[in-house]
């Protein structure tokens, strides 16, 4: 069996999904209103899933507060009203999709968590548009 904690955080950032090889009309078409010229926010929530021993003496993972408090110094401090094409150094190089954030946020997390903890991250972009990154094969 395998148990794990989640922990939920939140957080508003802008973006703009926009890809300078393609023309304006292709760009619209294939992002949507989330391409407009001038961006927009969402408000992102965002679920970090660790697991590991669970420890008989604490009967804890991890503590969830030391996972707070690395979501908050590593993710939600970073991003958090900022815009991920412009503030926010592990997002100013890709397109700022759901499944684009996600990943990267998977890869800081997972740098600062304990060695293979960190099981899965889902990012909510709304509440019907989610993204999963989570351990794995590529
Ligand atoms: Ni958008």
Redesign the pocket.
């Known amino acids: 069996m395998k148990v794990s904690i989640t922990r939920k955080a939140h957080f508003t950032s802008g973006?703009r999904?926009y890809n300078p090889d393609f023309s304006d009309e292709e760009n619209r078409r294939i992002f949507g209103?989330?391409s407009n010229p001038n961006g927009?926010g969402?408000n992102y929530v965002l679920e970090v899933t660790v697991t590991g021993e669970l420890d008989p003496a604490t009967g804890m993972i991890m503590n969830l507060k030391e996972l707070k408090n690395i979501i908050n110094e590593h993710i939600i401090s970073r991003c958090d009203h900022k815009n991920f094409s412009v503030d926010v150094d592990f997002t100013r190089d890709i397109i700022p999709t759901a499944e684009n954030l996600a990943k990267r946020i998977f890869e800081v997390l997972d740098s600062k968590l304990p060695d293979g903890t960190l099981q899965r991250i889902k990012l909510f972009?709304t509440e019907n548009n989610i993204a999963i990154a989570e351990r794995g094969d590529g």
Do not use: A, D, R
Request: net charge negative; aromatic share 0%.
């Open positions: 973006h999904l209103p989330c927009h969402h972009e």
